[in-house]
């Protein structure tokens, strides 16, 4: 079955620091990958999305690509941000297996940025 | 765009009673809405997938006489906890989606607390 694993949290930063939270997954066929972020008691927001290999998503300063060969797709930003803080979702979606775009999402990773 | 609304934001409730939440997407027409369940700092669980004017596919452990799901019309899906008991106090997201491969766009998600 579909799979998502992500780095744990949480991660805690400088503002103006390097992030990379890491995404791997596991799937049959072709998934798109998505990145999702949830903010402290709200829902999540679409963060990036890509839908094929070696495509990038990218949004407000985060990207993520595709890799196909390393089954992953990463989260990056050059220079974080004290709002950057919240709980970030890396999830997949199987367009093969006819279930309406199901979402598997990995176990969510905290960031924390501090002056 | 894509703006999906859920209400009520948080409700608590004596044990035995049934609640209704309702999620409507506000400037398109979803084919597709999912009700998720998140407990603290876990991931989403995929609940249930409706289709409009269909009944809903239930996740295997979820008990469907216990989350009745109706989806009446391509703008409003509801969500009812019948009976709710102190464990099923939680954080109930839903999200949404027109056809083909695009996105779930999600509500701000409800934190139902059952005394």
């Known amino acids: 079955g579909n799979s998502v694993t992500q780095m744990e949290g949480p991660v805690t930063l400088s503002e103006e620091a390097f992030l990379t939270i890491n995404c791997t997954y596991t799937?049959?066929?072709?998934?798109?990958l998505f990145w999702y972020v949830q903010y402290p008691g709200e829902g999540l927001q679409l963060l990036l999305k890509?839908?094929?290999?070696?495509d990038k998503g990218s949004n407000k300063g985060f990207e993520a690509t595709y890799r196909k060969e390393t089954t992953s797709f990463h989260l990056e930003k050059g220079s974080v941000q004290v709002s950057d803080s919240a709980v970030y979702f890396c999830?997949?979606?199987?367009?093969?297996?006819?279930?309406?775009?199901?979402?598997?999402f990995g176990t969510g990773t905290q960031l924390k940025v501090e002056l | 765009g894509a703006v999906v609304s859920q209400h009520p934001s948080w409700v608590i409730c004596k044990s035995g009673t049934s609640v209704k939440i309702e999620c409507r997407s506000l400037d398109f027409q979803a084919t597709t809405m999912f009700w998720y369940r998140q407990f603290p700092k876990q991931s989403l669980m995929l609940m249930a997938t409706?289709?409009?004017?269909?009944?809903?596919?239930?996740e295997q452990g979820v008990e469907k006489d216990k989350f009745l799901i109706n989806h009446a019309s391509l703008t409003l899906s509801t969500l009812t906890v019948t009976s709710a008991h102190p464990e099923d106090s939680s954080f109930y997201i839903c999200?949404?989606?027109?056809?083909?491969?695009?996105?779930?766009?999600f509500g701000d998600g409800t934190r139902l607390s059952i005394l």
């Open positions: 409706s289709n409009e004017g269909s009944k809903a596919t239930y």
């Open positions: 799937a049959t066929g072709y998934p798109s």
């Open positions: 999200s949404a989606k027109t056809g083909g491969g695009q996105p779930q766009h």
């Open positions: 999830a997949l979606s199987d367009l093969g297996t006819g279930g309406g775009n199901k979402l598997t």
């Open positions: 890509a839908t094929k290999a070696d």
